[in-house]
């Protein structure tokens, strides 16, 4: 019996042992599969906090975009809120002209347009606000008054796509006339296929782009402006960047010296080597800067003697959108030899002698008193805000300044600086005409210290089509 019972136990004692060893099995394992889960678990949530970080990268790069489209928006709405100068580049716009049987498109702009002038001072040239035509003697004009009908312009492009790239022509004409009268003058006669472009133009050298949103034609004293023939190619870094290289029709405004009597010094001017152009554009959200080099011989030539100097010149120029209501424009051009292209020298009112039977001569260069040829100095500069008040009104304010360096040569009346200043109010009643008035403000001084200086008053009237 006592067998049977200690077998019994030996039995249970067993058993108990055998259970509690599959009890920690199954606690092994099951501890071994929850391991293995808070691992998976860890991988997922490091997998998560990838997907986060990479999420919260896109939104910063996201908003980053959205600050870029934003300010892109801002200066493609003040760009197109001005009513802009037409320049040589030329795009088939919505309503072109397509011709029969043929890839090419036409347009045909331009405006009619009519200044009312009043003036305080003697400014000579009666439809243009140029400070260096004010007279510093009186009477040199009969009245004050003038309607000049001489902004009005005809312009007829065409354009049409090659294997070669675009091919765009331009032929321009405007009706000014310096004394108010309306008579044609060819602007432009240029082409255009690919990169390359010829005929006559704007100069490298200038930006019209820059020009201020004012009623006077003539435009500011400092503007280096001239249209001339030329040979043209454009080269796109990239969306934002280009380079232009010019090769243009060289000329030379000498001045006279004070040591000849009369108006005429029997030289002749020496042009061998055209006038060269480099252009460097970078374009952004808000506007665009440029800066242009230009290197030109001058020269001259007697029955004794002959010289050539060089001239060269810098011209930094561009636009920037301050906000959606405020845009500032400016340049700035320096250099010797340059006279020719800056706006208040190349046609100074006592440079041919009409004034007083003595001329002066232009701002190029002249003989010093050594006998060599001397490249002038200059440095002409203007700053402008064109603001927008709403969608019919603009306005715009600023000045601009010319000073010239004279040799010591140079005659009593040359000219050695002046001043431009205007400020209007313009209202667009369509988009395709506007009224405005402006006050204008301008002073001359030539190489002896004569002053003079003329406010004018210009209403101005004008359609475009």
């Not at 795009?91 to 347009?113: C, F, M, R, V, Y």
């Amino acid at each position: 019996m006592k067998l049977i019972q200690y077998s019994l136990i030996a039995t249970a004692v067993l058993t108990s042992i055998n259970v509690q060893s599959v009890n920690a099995a199954q606690t092994q394992a099951q501890l071994d599969e929850l391991e293995q889960r808070l691992s998976a678990l860890e991988k997922q949530v490091a997998q998560k906090d990838k997907q986060i970080e990479q999420l919260e990268q896109q939104s910063a790069i996201n908003a980053r975009m959205a600050d870029k489209a934003a300010e892109v928006a801002i200066a493609s709405a003040l760009h197109n809120s001005f009513i802009k100068r037409p320049s040589h580049q030329f795009a088939t716009p919505d309503k072109s002209i397509e011709l029969t049987n043929s890839d090419t498109s036409l347009q045909i702009s331009g405006q009619i347009w009519l200044d009312a002038i009043y003036d305080d001072g003697e400014m000579t040239n009666r439809a243009g606000f140029q400070p260096s035509s004010i007279s510093y003697d009186k009477g040199a004009t009969s009245d004050n008054t003038t309607l000049s009908a001489g902004q009005s312009n005809l312009t007829v492009n065409s354009y049409t796509p090659t294997k070669y790239g675009a091919m765009i022509t331009r032929i321009g004409v405007d009706l000014f006339d310096t004394q108010g009268n309306a008579k044609f003058n060819l602007t432009h006669l240029w082409g255009e296929l690919g990169s390359w472009g010829a005929g006559q133009t704007f100069s490298g050298f200038m930006d019209i782009d820059a020009f201020p949103n004012i009623l006077d034609y003539w435009g500011p004293n400092a503007v280096v402006f001239a249209r001339q023939p030329q040979i043209r190619y454009n080269h796109s870094l990239n969306p934002d960047d280009k380079l232009m290289f010019t090769i243009e029709k060289s000329d030379a405004d000498l001045a006279l010296p004070n040591f000849v009597s009369g108006n005429e010094l029997l030289f002749k001017e020496q042009n061998d080597l055209p006038d060269i152009t480099a252009t460097y554009i970078n374009n952004f959200a808000k506007g665009y800067f440029k800066s242009s080099l230009i290197l030109r011989q001058i020269g001259y030539e007697t029955t004794t003697d002959s010289d050539k100097v060089v001239g060269w010149g810098i011209n930094l120029t561009g636009k920037y959108a301050l906000d959606s209501k405020n845009t500032f424009k400016y340049q700035l051009a320096t250099g010797e030899g340059i006279g020719r292209y800056i706006n208040d020298t190349c046609c100074s009112y006592y440079a041919d002698g009409q004034a007083d039977g003595v001329a002066t001569g232009g701002s190029d260069a002249g003989i010093s008193s050594s006998g060599n040829l001397k490249a002038i100095p200059i440095t002409a500069g203007y700053a402008y805000l064109d603001h927008q008040w709403n969608e019919q009104y603009t306005s715009s304010v600023g000045f601009g300044y010319v000073d010239i360096d004279n040799i010591d040569t140079q005659r009593s009346r040359a000219l050695h600086s002046s001043l431009y200043s205007n400020i209007n109010i313009i209202w667009n009643p369509t988009p395709m005409s506007r009224v405005g008035v402006e006050l204008q403000y301008g002073k001359v001084e030539s190489f002896a210290n004569e002053q003079a200086d003329n406010f004018r008053l210009q209403t101005s009237i004008g359609f475009k089509y």
